[in-house]
């Protein structure tokens, strides 16, 4: 068996300790003679899995006791309308910043809903930045206020948030939960599709303070309303059982062999560092992302010509660094190096590009 170092965007690796202990217990789940694939939902046994997997959600988050956990359904698109749904109740209205491809889509998925303003953008700058804010610009009274944390197709991430005063800051974190410890308290709501940082597609994590929810607006359908899969503790029908199955391995991944979310952003600075120390020393590799919007979850860079990001690709690909290729809207490169890529993977990935730069300089 070989495996490749994988640095695809999403889905993604995950831990080879977590695909192993998967396959032991895939024929038979703890003495239950079923795969997890395979049982009810309603059963003792998967109780214990769903229940465990949001216990160890909120204690490796430290999300506090008045926010609820939801694991739906939809990917991260979905909530780009439940969101609106179901907090665009009061005002009607939300403000959103443009940061990217995805916080666009959110954008304009909830003017549909309601009454959105694009209060920031840095599309004139292909969202190499996080867009600069003007507080003038806010709306004191919107339902909330919308954000995309970390730039998957751009590699850019928020480091300072916005302060947005008693409009509840909401956020897309698709690729950059669990990568490190974040303040909940902070956010009214949080939502993610799994497929980056915690388990197999199929899985979207909502995290939601409880005096956000209520009456959606009306229409609203019952599978998008977080009030009733709240009541039902996501079980209103058949949740996403494997996925859920294997963020409850990811979880304790992270909590016991890496040791909690501040010990796993020490390992994602260190492998970033790698690459941007090399990019920023590099006669022929750039980074893309301007210097203080740097992601470490995605890293995008150019050599400035595109016949030889192609060969880059090329070559990488044949070595076993794989999905290297940058979002087809913006090529170039980007390496994705989430939680589960090894520190070993980028060190090798920097030595073969140091080797592409010497044959091609
Ligand atoms: C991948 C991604 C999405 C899209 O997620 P789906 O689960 O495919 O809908 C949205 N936002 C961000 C930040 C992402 O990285």
Redesign the pocket.
């Known amino acids: 068996m070989s495996r490749v170092y994988n640095f695809s965007?999403?889905p993604s690796m995950l831990p080879e300790s977590v695909l192993r202990k998967a396959a032991d217990q895939m024929l038979d789940y703890e003495g239950s003679g079923q795969s997890v694939m395979e049982m009810s939902h309603r059963s003792k046994v998967y109780d214990g899995i769903i229940t465990e997997a949001q216990r160890l959600l909120r204690e490796v988050m430290e999300i506090p006791e008045n926010y609820k956990v939801l694991f739906l359904q939809?990917?991260?698109?979905?909530?780009f309308a439940a969101v609106p749904l179901n907090l665009m109740t009061k005002s009607h209205k939300a403000d959103y910043v443009l940061s990217?491809q995805?916080?666009t889509?959110?954008y304009k998925e909830a003017q549909q809903y309601g009454d959105c303003k694009a209060v920031a953008s840095s599309k004139e700058d292909t969202f190499s930045h996080i867009p600069v804010l003007d507080k003038k610009e806010f709306r004191p009274d919107a339902d909330y206020f919308h954000i995309?944390?970390?730039?998957?197709?751009y590699g850019t991430v928020w480091n300072t948030l916005p302060e947005t005063g008693n409009v509840p800051l909401v956020a897309?974190?698709?690729?950059c939960i669990l990568s490190r410890p974040i303040d909940v308290s902070k956010f009214g709501l949080l939502y993610?599709?799994?497929?980056?940082n915690v388990a197999p597609?199929g899985l979207?994590i909502v995290i939601v303070r409880e005096d956000l929810l209520g009456e959606p607006q009306k229409g609203t359908p019952t599978m998008l309303n977080y009030q009733v899969m709240a009541e039902n503790e996501s079980m209103y029908n058949t949740p996403p059982c494997y996925p859920i199955y294997i963020c409850k391995l990811v979880l304790e991944w992270i909590k016991d062999e890496i040791g909690g979310l501040k010990k796993m952003e020490e390992r994602n600075v260190k492998k970033a560092q790698m690459l941007y120390d090399f990019l920023d020393s590099s006669k022929l590799f750039k980074g893309c992302a301007q210097k203080d919007s740097r992601s470490i979850m995605n890293v995008t860079f150019v050599t400035g010509d595109a016949d030889l990001d192609a060969k880059f690709v090329k070559e990488s690909t044949a070595a076993g660094f794989v999905n290297l290729k940058g979002h087809r809207s913006v090529g170039g490169m980007r390496a994705s190096i989430y939680n589960a890529m090894p520190v070993e993977g980028v060190e090798k990935l920097v030595a073969f590009m140091k080797e592409f730069e010497k044959n091609n300089l």
């Open positions: 965007a999403g939809g990917g991260a698109s979905t909530q990217g995805f916080s889509k959110a995309c944390l970390n730039n998957t197709i897309d974190i698709s690729s993610a599709g799994a497929q980056k597609a979207t």
